[in-house]
């Protein structure tokens, strides 16, 4: 099924240079409602929502946050680090909705996996389920997301 | 047969009703001349309709804040519109507060120009101008951090108070098609007024940032516009507390170049917060302004100090270096820059040292 001109334009906006240096997409060469179909029958498979992904997400930033450019343990297992930079960022999903550009950097000590969020893929998540194309600095394939964040075993 | 003459036939009215079209939006757009009355007649500008108000007041050489070059993104460029604005659109409602939006603001970037309006624009962004700067001076100050010394074409100057910000437009690079317009504060004096000085961080993927520390060199010329802000030195206080974080240390420095030169009889303490020492920047000038005056003292703080960094001095969170030093601040005024995160919880550490909420002034990130 084709791509509709909606879906279209939020491409246009994820390509690099349109918001961000190098866009949301990396190299993933795949049309945006393709990216999204697919990440999203991966979390149906997991019996999750994007919300709860996103919501967990934000749980760890939140404690981030309380330590500013600190390192935080967070439920004896997680590393927190966040970090901001000067400036917003708008959602490519031209939703009016911007985010500070807040970086996540998080461990799963445990499992030895370490990962990086910012603010707007939390909301992009949420809101959108996109979790960025493949190749991208900040794409997190949503099953192994979820395993770091000890939503699933 | 039947299928194919359906095709054509509907094919050929769908060509007819868009020229039709393309041909009636040529002549019900051509809104003609219209007059933007700024306000109540202090000026009056004619414009050609179609426009919005942002780019029609840039052409006119007044230049409202905006950082995403009218995209409904940043949400600065803010402008009380009486008259002739149309309905408010649903690219500006997450940018306005209620308060606001009875009071007739609009984003001047979302508004166009049909034809008459009524505006009202703050007198002090009648001072901002436009500058072609050329690039003196590049400094590598950290590993993320550089500073740049843009000096203006002969005969031009620049008044600004200290603590204010520039706005630099980027050229299109690489796969960057568009310009970008991005704010930096400035980092030099007032008195230094042929040319301003700004210290950028690279912000990772950063369409701006990332234009100026891999594209921009020494000789070249960049579109500037300024001073905007309402960040700057309020004089009813005798003392200071001054904080940064990274790259805001920019307006800070200019805030104490010019109290200093100015000699002014001011207490000041200035917590500077790093990660580590490869973080610090600007060492020696606060040191020495540490050493040799008396009522200015300077407190750098790391976060996460490196092993190799053998620091000797503040650590940790900087609200609790904060909360050290400073124990009552009753009379003395506040002076922030850094993320949203400093500033908040710095915020929330100076309320409970009786100072006074209006007296913390604050630059966030954002």
């Known amino acids: ?153 | 047969m039947e299928i194919l003459l359906t095709i054509i036939s509907i094919t050929g009215i769908s060509t007819v009703l868009a020229v039709l079209i393309i041909i009636a939006e040529k002549f019900l757009n051509n809104y003609g001349e219209c007059e933007i009355d700024i306000n109540e007649g202090d000026r009056s500008l004619k414009v050609e309709g179609g426009s919005s108000l942002l780019s029609s007041l840039a052409a006119n050489k007044i230049f409202i804040p905006s950082a995403c070059g009218g995209k409904a993104t940043c949400g600065l460029c803010k402008v009380k519109v009486m008259e002739g604005a149309g309905p408010l659109l649903p690219t500006e409602e997450p940018y306005l507060t209620p308060e606001e939006r009875k009071d007739g603001v609009r984003l001047s970037c979302q508004v166009k120009v049909k034809g008459n309006l009524r505006v009202y624009i703050p007198e002090e962004l009648f001072n901002i101008s436009e500058y072609i700067a050329t690039v003196t001076e590049i400094n590598d100050m950290t590993h993320d951090i550089k500073e740049y010394r843009l000096e203006f074409k002969e005969g031009e100057e620049i008044k600004f108070k200290a603590g204010q910000y520039m706005q630099i437009e980027t050229k299109p690079y690489e796969k960057v098609r568009e310009k970008a317009i991005r704010a930096y504060s400035i980092s030099s004096a007032p008195s230094d007024n042929k040319a301003v000085e700004l210290i950028i961080r690279r912000v990772p993927g950063g369409v701006c940032t990332t234009y100026m520390h891999d594209y921009v060199k020494v000789g070249d010329e960049v579109r500037i516009t300024g001073p905007y802000g309402d960040f700057y030195m309020r004089d009813d206080s005798d003392e200071y507390v001054l904080m940064a974080g990274g790259s805001g240390l920019a307006p800070i420095k200019s805030l104490v170049m010019d109290i200093m030169e100015k000699g002014l009889d001011k207490k000041m303490i200035f917590i500077f917060g790093a990660v580590s020492k490869k973080d610090l920047y600007y060492e020696d000038f606060f040191r020495k302004l540490d050493e040799e005056n008396e009522k200015f003292t300077y407190v750098p703080c790391l976060s996460r100090p490196e092993p190799d960094d053998k620091w000797e001095g503040e650590t940790g969170l900087v609200t609790e270096v904060l909360g050290k030093y400073v124990k009552s601040g009753e009379g003395m005024h506040a002076y922030l820059c850094g993320s949203p995160g400093m500033i908040n919880a710095c915020v929330d550490v100076l309320v409970t040292t009786d100072f006074s909420e209006e007296k913390i002034y604050y630059d966030k990130f954002s």
Not at chain 1, 3 to 18: D, F, T, V, Y
Not at chain 1, 80 to 85: G, K, S
């Open chain 1, 1 to 153: 099924m084709k791509q509709s001109p909606g879906l279209k334009r939020i491409q246009e906006n994820m390509q690099p240079g349109a918001f961000t240096a190098h866009g949301f997409l990396g190299d993933d060469d795949r049309a945006l409602k393709d990216i999204l179909r697919q990440d999203n029958v991966v979390v149906e498979k997991l019996n999750l929502s994007h919300a709860q992904i996103a919501g967990r997400m934000q749980y760890f930033t939140d404690h981030g946050k309380e330590t500013l450019d600190i390192p935080v343990t967070v439920d004896d297992d997680y590393e927190v680090l966040v970090d901001d930079h000067r400036g917003e960022i708008p959602c490519p999903f031209a939703d009016n909705q911007k985010a500070i550009k807040t970086n996540t950097k998080f461990t799963n000590r445990k499992l030895g996996i370490t990962m990086y969020w910012s603010d707007l893929n939390i909301h992009m998540i949420r809101y959108h389920g996109f979790y960025e194309g493949k190749g991208s600095f900040f794409r997190n394939d949503p099953d192994v997301l979820a395993k770091a964040l000890g939503l699933i075993d």
